[in-house]
Every structure is written in structure tokens, then in C-alpha cells.
């Protein structure tokens, strides 16, 4: 039980990082239809099973892996050529293990972190790797010996440079504001309730949230800010002579830098793995009432979504009848669920440490889903920066805003303190 | 006078700083968004071999057809070779014969159009002088395993039918 309580966060930082990536390239996908009036990826199935789509991204990965690895002759450098992929999906790859998703929690005296990392210098941990992810990318496009490539990867240091600046300074007035470099300290922090709103970093702070969330946009390179491949001016900027799974590295890299920064804005902003106005203690002392409002809670969506998919599902495919397998799957699982649930809501059994913790793995998810989804959301809506609009908004605009956010939050937390 | 002055936008503080034009873009994108998420049937998109499209008229240049004179439903065709001269692609191969019926002095014995080569500019109907070869058959899809299946003899192409109301050819 204890050995899996230490793997369980490593085992959820594998989830959330490599597993969720082809769940965001569907959603990408998926989205970007929705908000052009068009539909998407709906036609690839394994035997008529389509899940919405999702296996098509399942064999474009397929594809990406069992391609021919193809070297160009006029490259000199392979071992660096080599190398880049691995750096820039390592890095934002590591960027993951400090994120906490969950509370600490505490079984028979022994206390599990529920951090991959358990470390408290996750904000250092997070700028460190974060930052590193732009290596992969420079020698990359070095190492291409292709101007598009340079070009490109040069695009993408002095954006990531620019940003990290603006991205540093508004998580300073967010470590004034919680008095601690510890992210699940943090976390913890944001439990309390300012006036009547929850102490959320987004509610205290909210200059530096955006700022924060600006930047971060930056640092992973997505749209608005990915001039870096700029398909229309360099070819695919920093990638243009990667090919299968070395261009496949890179591919999933950017979605996992987008899905950590996503993790990191929830954990500072969005109060990571809480529920607004309720600790972890509350939470383990009504536990009954929570299992109640999940059960009812999961009966109302799992029928809403049934009656969606029987609306939305008329694409006729040869095999197994989705419709049919959907509905059994959903409502056998929400019973299940249910009787288990029931189970311990009924007084029963003791489960309350494990079902919170269970509890806020959802909860993360859900806001993690969140952010992912207003990266995408963002991503169709603006149009990508020119190179020179991207440096002045970071030097000429974020820069000073971060600057006097941490002066104002220095004066109010010093005023805050003495007059206590 | 007719000096109409055009308010210039975006010189403005608020206007500079790009928020409220992100937010309001972000708000279009959602509403398109959720709209198709609840009701997806208003989506345009063709699901293609399971619907049809529906919109294709008598002028969209589909397969080559040989039209029929309306007095005794033969080939309208005189093997002029208009069409094979006109034709860019030159992929229409005809073999003039010798009409014995009487109808007309001409007729091609082959008749036949490469549909591999042909690029569908529709010159050859445009240059036929017997309104003979139409493309208004509103065939959009041509379908074979190999090479031969793409070459249209005389008797496929007299055998196609027109989607227009004007089923013979026109020509006196």
C-alpha cells in the first residue's frame, strides 16, 4: 500500500503527461472544428468503435512511430540533431513531477506527498525546466543546418527570453503574496476565503494571472506567440528537417509544456486541487455529504451525456453498434460507481482519507481540462503575433505591469503584516 | 461636400491595450462553439459517401456524354474534329466513318475520351458545332481499377445521361 502510494503521483504525472496527449491533439482537433463550423476527425474506428475520434489521433501517433527514420545527408551534427528532440520533450516532460495533485495525505501515521518530486522548491524546480525546453528547440535548428530552422529556433530564444523575465517577476508577487516557494504550501493557502470570494491566486492577484498565464502562452510556444514555426514566413520554423518520431518528439513535447504550464497556472491561480470554500479537513469530516452530492452529481451528467450521444451519434459504421456499447458502458459504469459509493455513503465502510484524495485527483483534472481547453480555445480565436509586436508586448508592456504588481503587493502585504 | 471622413480605430488607450478586443473575440469562437457542440446538425459539413451533395446544376463540368439527334435518337456526332483540335489535354481519339443511313454525311466508328488525361476545361464543348459532346452528365466521380477503366468508348458515352432538360442535341 505505501510503495503505491509513492509511485501514485509518478504514475499520474505519466497519465497527465504522455497519456493525455493524444486526448489534446483529439481535442485540438476536435475544438478548433467546432468553433469553424466544420466536425472533425469522426471516421477512423477500430471495428466501428470511434470514441468521438479519438482513435484517429491513436494512428496518427501509429504512423508517426512506425515511419522510416530519415537522416538528411548534409547534417553534420547528428548527435546534436539527435539530441534536441529528447531535450525539448524531456525538459517539459520534468516540468511535470512537481505539480501536487493532491493534499498530503496521511494513512496509519505515515505521511505521502502527493508530488512526483516531493520537493518544496517547485516554483525553482518549474522556471528551471521550463526554461530548458527552449535548448531542445535552439539546437535543434542549429543543428539542421537550414536557415528556416535557425531562423526559427532564433525566434523562439528571444521570445522565451523576453518572457521569462515578465513570467519571473509575476511569480515574485505571487511568493509575496503566499509567503512560500512550496507549491502545495500554496495550494493550501488558496483553501481560505478572502472576503467572500475563495483566496484563489486569480482572485487575489489577478494582474498577475494574466500576466502569468500571457507569458506562459509564450514560453510554450502556442498561438499567439508561435512565430517560432510560423508556417507562412520559415516553413515550420525550428522542426522543418525532423521527420517521424524526431518530429513526433517535439509534436507531443509542445503538448505536454502546454499541458504543465496548465498545471502550474491551476496550482497557482486556480487553486490547484481544492474545491472553492472547502479544505481538505472539511471535506474528510462531511464526507458522506460529498459522496451524496457526487452520486446525484454523476447520475445527472452520465443521463445528460447519454441523451447527447443518442442525439449526436448518426454516423452509421460498419461493426459493433457504437450507440448501443456507449450506452452500456456509461450506465453500467455510473452504477457501479454509484453502488460503490453508496457503499461508504451509507456508513458502511471508512474510506474518507482515500476518497478525498481521489476527489481532488478529479478536481485537478477538471481544471486541468480547463486550461487546456482555453489554450485551445485561445489558440482559434487570435491570430499569431508579429515577430516584433511579440517582444514589445513582453518588454515594453508585461515587464513594467509585473514590475509595479510586485510593488503593490510588497507595500500591501508589509501594511497587512504591521497592522497585525 | 463629398468628403466622407472614416473614424480611424484602435488609437485609443483602451483600444491599445488589445483586451477588449481578445475578449470579444473569444466570445464569437465560444458562441460558435457551444452552438455546434448542442445541436451539431447545423453544421454544414457533408458526411461524404453517406450524404449526397444536392447542389449540382446543369452547368458544373462533369463526365463527357455524346448527345442523340431528337429526330431518330441517333449520334448527333459528324467526326468534325473540333473537339480533338480544341482539346488541350488531347485525350479524345476519333476515327471518322462514313454515315450509310442517309441522316448525315459523317460519323466517328471511335469515339473515345482518356478521362485519365482530360482536365475538364470544357473547350471541346464550347468548340462543337453540332452541340454533340456536353458535360452535363453531373457526374462528379470516376471510379476504375485500371488504366482502361478510364478510357469512354462511343457507347458509354452515348449511354450517359444529361442532368439538364435538354436531353438531344440542339443542333439543326
Same mark, same amino acid.
Given at each position: 500500500m505505501s510503495t503505491f502510494l509513492i509511485l501514485l503521483p509518478l504514475i499520474l504525472t505519466l497519465l497527465f503527461s504522455l497519456a493525455t496527449v493524444?486526448?489534446?491533439?483529439?481535442?485540438? @482537433? @476536435?475544438? /478548433?472544428?467546432?468553433?469553424?463550423? @466544420?466536425?472533425?476527425?469522426n471516421r477512423c474506428n477500430v471495428n466501428g468503435i470511434r470514441l468521438g475520434g479519438i482513435v484517429q489521433s491513436v494512428a496518427d501517433m501509429m504512423k508517426l512511430v512506425f515511419k522510416e527514420e530519415f537522416l538528411p545527408s548534409h547534417i553534420k551534427n547528428k548527435f546534436y540533431y539527435l539530441a534536441a528532440p529528447s531535450i525539448a520533450f524531456m525538459s517539459s516532460f520534468l516540468t511535470f513531477m512537481v505539480i501536487p495533485y493532491a493534499d498530503n495525505v496521511t494513512i496509519n501515521e505515515q505521511?505521502?506527498?502527493?508530488? /512526483?518530486?516531493?520537493?518544496?522548491?517547485?516554483?525553482?524546480?518549474?522556471?528551471?525546466?521550463?526554461?530548458?525546453?527552449?535548448?531542445?528547440?535552439?539546437?535543434?535548428?542549429? /543543428?539542421?543546418h537550414n536557415k528556416y530552422a535557425i531562423l526559427g529556433s532564433m525566434r523562439a530564444t528571444a521570445q522565451v527570453i523576453s518572457y521569462e523575465v515578465a513570467m519571473g517577476l509575476s511569480l515574485v508577487s505571487m511568493l509575496i503574496t503566499y509567503g512560500t516557494i512550496s507549491l502545495n504550501e500554496m495550494v493550501t493557502y488558496q483553501s481560505q476565503s478572502f472576503f467572500i470570494f475563495p483566496a484563489w491566486g486569480i482572485i487575489l492577484q489577478p494582474l498577475a494571472a494574466i500576466i502569468f498565464i500571457v507569458t506562459a502562452f509564450a514560453e510554450t510556444n502556442r498561438a499567439p506567440f508561435d512565430a517560432a514555426e510560423g508556417e507562412s514566413e520559415i516553413v515550420a520554423g525550428y522542426h522543418t528537417e525532423y521527420g517521424a518520431m524526431k518530429f513526433g518528439l517535439f509534436f507531443v513535447a509542445e503538448y505536454i509544456a502546454m499541458a504543465a504550464s496548465g498545471a502550474l497556472i491551476v496550482t497557482l491561480f486556480l487553486g490547484g486541487y481544492q474545491l472553492p470554500y472547502l479544505s481538505t479537513q472539511d471535506l474528510i469530516n462531511h464526507f458522506e455529504l460529498v459522496l451524496w452530492l457526487i452520486i446525484t452529481f454523476a447520475a445527472v451528467t452520465s443521463l445528460l451525456f447519454l441523451a447527447w450521444v443518442k442525439k449526436h451519434n448518426i454516423l452509421v459504421m460498419n461493426g459493433l453498434n457504437e450507440?448501443?456499447?456507449?450506452t452500456t458502458v456509461i450506465v453500467g459504469f455510473t452504477l457501479f460507481a454509484i453502488i460503490v459509493m453508496s457503499y461508504y455513503a451509507l456508513g458502511f465502510g471508512n474510506a474518507s482519507t482515500v476518497g478525498v484524495m481521489l476527489l481532488q485527483f478529479a478536481v485537478f483534472t477538471v481544471k486541468l481540462f480547463f486550461l487546456h481547453f482555453l489554450f485551445i480555445w485561445v489558440r482559434w480565436t487570435l491570430p499569431r503575433f508579429r515577430y516584433d509586436q511579440t517582444q514589445k508586448l513582453g518588454w515594453n508592456i508585461l515587464l513594467p505591469l509585473s514590475l509595479v504588481n510586485i510593488f503593490i503587493t510588497a507595500i500591501v502585504v508589509v501594511g497587512v503584516n504591521y497592522g497585525n | 461636400m463629398g468628403i466622407k471622413?472614416?473614424?480611424?480605430?484602435? &488609437? *485609443?488607450?483602451?483600444?491599445?491595450?488589445?483586451?477588449?478586443?481578445?475578449? &470579444? &473575440?473569444?466570445?464569437t469562437t465560444l458562441k460558435h462553439f457551444t452552438a455546434n457542440? $448542442?445541436?451539431? $446538425?447545423?453544421?454544414? *459539413?457533408?458526411?461524404?459517401?453517406?450524404?449526397?451533395? *444536392?447542389?449540382? *446544376?446543369?452547368?458544373?463540368?462533369?463526365?463527357h456524354r455524346l448527345t442523340h439527334r431528337k429526330s431518330d435518337d441517333s449520334i448527333a456526332c459528324v467526326a468534325c474534329f473540333m473537339c480533338a483540335t480544341a482539346c488541350p489535354a488531347k485525350c479524345i481519339e476519333i476515327v471518322a466513318t462514313e454515315r450509310e443511313d442517309g441522316v448525315d454525311e459523317k460519323m466517328p466508328a471511335i469515339f473515345n475520351i482518356d478521362l485519365l488525361a482530360c482536365v475538364f476545361c470544357g473547350y471541346c464543348v464550347e468548340a462543337c458545332p453540332c452541340d454533340?459532346?456536353?458535360?452535363? $452528365?453531373g457526374l462528379y466521380s470516376v471510379i476504375g481499377d485500371k488504366r482502361e477503366d478510364f478510357i469512354y468508348d462511343k457507347a458509354k458515352l452515348l449511354s450517359i445521361k444529361g442532368i439538364s432538360k435538354e436531353e438531344f442535341s440542339l443542333a439543326k
Open positions: 493524444p486526448i489534446l491533439v483529439w481535442m485540438e @482537433r @476536435r475544438v /478548433a472544428a467546432l468553433i469553424q463550423d @466544420r466536425l472533425g476527425p505521511t505521502f506527498t502527493m508530488q /512526483a518530486l516531493p520537493t518544496d522548491l517547485g516554483v525553482l524546480w518549474f522556471l528551471a525546466f521550463a526554461g530548458l525546453g527552449v535548448y531542445g528547440i535552439i539546437l535543434g535548428g542549429w /543543428a539542421s450507440t448501443k456499447i456507449y | 471622413v472614416v473614424k480611424r480605430h484602435g &488609437g *485609443t488607450f483602451l483600444e491599445k491595450m488589445y483586451v477588449q478586443a481578445v475578449f &470579444g &473575440g473569444m466570445k457542440l $448542442s445541436d451539431a $446538425s447545423n453544421i454544414p *459539413t457533408l458526411c461524404y459517401p453517406e450524404q449526397l451533395p *444536392t447542389d449540382i *446544376t446543369p452547368r458544373y463540368r462533369g463526365v454533340a459532346i456536353r458535360m452535363d $452528365s
